[in-house]
Structures are given as structure tokens and as C-alpha cells.
Nanobody, 119 residues
Framework: QVQLVETGGGLVQAGGSLRLSCAASPRALAYLVLGWFRQAPGQEREFVAAVVWSSGPSTYADSVKGRFTISRDISRNTMSLQMDALKPEDTAVYYC????????????WGQGTQVTVSL
């Protein structure tokens, strides 16, 4: 079982920055892809970014490319999402998630953290 705990959400003005962190339980992390999703009120959950835990390649949604950076600290079992140049449309609950490499199903989820970007 993989346990994920997000921290770092909050309120920020447009153009500002926030950093989210996800602490992951250590079991079998080497076989996982970790990612961030978000869900705004009344909208479906959407993919934001992901990183292969063991080797580091990352992918991003077009809407956040060039503004968000995903990274992982293997020594601390922590994944982070640095969010810069935030826009009001980035407002959402952000979730940390994990899936097994090669799988299309994101099986493990954190509890979510609220990010609010004001004008």
C-alpha cells in the first residue's frame, strides 16, 4: 500500500508562487510514477504533471508547461510541485497520486490540498 500526504496549499495572488509537497510511503516507490492532479469546483479532475520515481522523466499538462515544475527528493521520499506565475484558473484542490509503471490506472491518492489564486 502506498500512502500519500500533501502539504503546502494556500492563498496567493495572481502572479505569485506556491510549492506543494507530497510525502510518500517508501514501499515499492521504485516501481511507481507519481503525479499531481487538480479539481476545480464543478469540474472533473485533471492531470497536471507526473514524474517517474526511479529515473526522473516528467510530463506536464499544456496548461502548466513553463510555469510548474515537478521534482522528487529520493532521500526524503518526497515529491514537489513548484508553481510559478499562478493564475486564477489554477484555483483547485490539488491531489498527489501514484500508479505502477506501465499501468493506466492511478490507484493511490492523497487527501488533497486547496490552492486558491486571487486577482
Amino acid at each position: 500500500q502506498v500512502q500519500l500526504v500533501e502539504t503546502g496549499g494556500g492563498l496567493v495572488q495572481a502572479g505569485g508562487s506556491l510549492r506543494l509537497s507530497c510525502a510518500a510511503s517508501p514501499r515499492a516507490l521504485a516501481y511507481l510514477v507519481l503525479g499531481w492532479f487538480r479539481q476545480a469546483p464543478g469540474q472533473e479532475r485533471e492531470f497536471v504533471a507526473a514524474v517517474v520515481w526511479s529515473s526522473g522523466p516528467s510530463t506536464y499538462a499544456d496548461s502548466v508547461k513553463g510555469r510548474f515544475t515537478i521534482s522528487r527528493d529520493i532521500s526524503r521520499n518526497t515529491m514537489s510541485l513548484q508553481m510559478d506565475a499562478l493564475k486564477p484558473e489554477d484555483t483547485a484542490v490539488y491531489y498527489c497520486a501514484a500508479k505502477r509503471r506501465g499501468s493506466s490506472s492511478w490507484d493511490f491518492w492523497g487527501q488533497g490540498t486547496q490552492v486558491t489564486v486571487s486577482l
